[in-house]
């Protein structure tokens, strides 16, 4: 009965948004909180689950079983499986061409097998995740140190972690809607050909902050080994600060100051449950003053573009693309309303980030200052029926993978970087962060690797 009951919900999921409910999506589900799960939650879902799953299950529990003896029993179960071999054998041989030419060609389909695939992939998740001991940190980077002049000002670095943005919709990279008209009035130097790591939060999240490329990246490295947070903290001249209006850093932040702001008991920008990303920035001037002497690295892990409630994921006053989906039945929706709402919540990111450029603007005499802004994946929006984002990363769509990206600095951080050298057009991956923020904050360490690091010249 559980097996026909969690089947008919990976059934709703696979139908609706066209998902593959893999290990990666298990393990995203599981990290989700109660907050985005309600956005997940439809009428549909409870008729899927009532009429797949509860009346299916009473009748099964109600069907009553006369077993024989075990002789019986045996003898039965083997004449029914040689008898289904038999079947199977015949229809595949039959039509051995068509069978095989179809398999070759549609290899992703094993995947949407119900209820086959999820339980294989519970058991994936189980073999990744469990550990039959205490996880063993590995340290990485204990050699680290900020190398700069003695009179050279301290530096102010805004990360800023998107959520969901897929880099087609930025008017940054020619989208036709006008979708960050803030930003394009900044000096930024946008990476209009960057990937990222992974489709989901869970994995893109640790993967894009860990020292392992994307190829080498699995879950149990991440958790097992420190990453780029601590070893900026190794150096003991960089404060570090974690505010979250997402889920949580994913493991991230675990051993650096780390605030939630997905309430309004720290939030003071909230309407209607829903917490605003502007809320991280309040508070953060006093943060700054009190690290004295001390370069700064403050990560903003926004909520963005969370779906599939695009549209409450942004203020009234930012509703200027319509009409707009007001559902999170994304199929009820014309792929222009979802679009309008999608690029609605980008609309107001603009202005969020606009709002944290202007708050580093106000150091411009006392600090060097730079605001980097990555999404964690990308977001498929009803093509080809695909909706959300999680697909296995080799079958995934490039609005999952193709993200966007962009850095402000103020004059004084870009000579020092030479930013006028930089190939923002490029092909870059999340896998560049790590040694791009060290070469930011001039460490040196063993673990620095000057190719991955965007903005290294011969002259650094």
């Known amino acids: ?184 009035k900044e000096k930024l130097i946008n990476f209009s050909n960057i990937h990222s790591c992974g489709t989901s939060t869970a994995v893109s999240v ?75 920035l309040v508070g953060l001037d006093s943060y700054i003053e009190e690290q004295k002497d001390k370069d700064i690295l403050i990560i903003l892990h926004q909520m963005g573009n969370h779906g599939p409630a695009y549209f409450k994921r942004y203020p009234k006053a930012f509703e200027k693309f319509t009409p707009v989906c007001k559902t999170n039945q994304l199929e009820e929706c014309t792929q222009e309303e979802i679009s309008n709402a999608y690029d609605n919540a980008i609309l107001y990111t603009d202005d969020f980030l606009s709002k944290t450029i202007a708050l580093l603007k106000k150091y411009k005499n006392t600090h060097q200052t730079a605001m980097f802004y990555m999404s964690d994946h990308g977001e498929s929006l009803g093509e080809n029926g695909i909706y959300l984002h999680g697909l296995p990363y080799f079958m995934a769509p490039s609005a999952q993978t193709h993200i966007p990206a962009f850095i402000w600095f103020n004059e004084s951080f870009k000579k020092e970087v030479q930013a006028q050298k930089i190939k923002s057009n490029a092909r870059y991956t999340q896998d560049n962060l790590f040694h791009t923020l060290l070469g930011l904050f001039n460490v040196q360490t063993s673990v620095y690797d000057p190719t991955l690091d965007i903005f290294y010249t011969t002259g650094k």
């Open 1 to 184: 009965m559980t097996i026909i009951l969690v089947s008919s919900m990976t059934n709703y999921f696979m139908n609706t948004y066209h998902v593959v409910i893999d290990d990666d999506m298990i393990r995203n589900m599981l990290q989700t909180d109660i907050h985005e799960t309600m956005d997940l939650f439809s009428l549909n879902q409870v008729l899927y689950f009532v009429f797949l799953g509860l009346i299916p299950s009473y009748l099964v529990y109600k069907t009553p079983l006369k077993f024989g003896s075990i002789k019986i029993e045996l003898f039965k179960k083997i004449k029914q499986i040689v008898l289904l071999l038999l079947i199977i054998g015949l229809s595949v041989f039959s039509s051995f061409g068509h069978y095989s030419t179809f398999v070759r060609e549609h290899k992703p389909l094993r995947f949407m097998v119900n209820p086959a695939y999820w339980i294989y992939s519970i058991g994936n998740y189980i073999s990744a995740t469990m550990n039959t001991g205490e996880v063993i940190i590995k340290p990485i980077g204990t050699d680290a140190k900020v190398i700069k002049s003695a009179n050279a000002p301290s530096k102010i670095v805004i990360m800023i972690v998107g959520e969901a943005t897929r880099a087609d919709h930025f008017s940054l990279n020619g989208y036709a809607k006008e979708t960050t008209p803030k930003l394009q």
């Open 206 to 280: 640790p993967c894009m902050f860990s020292i392992y490329t994307q190829s080498q990246y699995n879950y149990k490295k991440g958790i097992q080994s420190e990453n780029i947070l601590d070893v900026l903290n190794h150096t003991n001249d960089i404060s570090i600060l974690w505010r979250d209006n997402n889920s949580d850093s994913k493991g991230v932040a675990l051993r650096v100051p780390y605030i939630s702001y997905k309430y309004n008991n720290i939030n003071t920008i909230c309407e209607n449950g829903e917490c605003r990303d502007e809320g991280m």
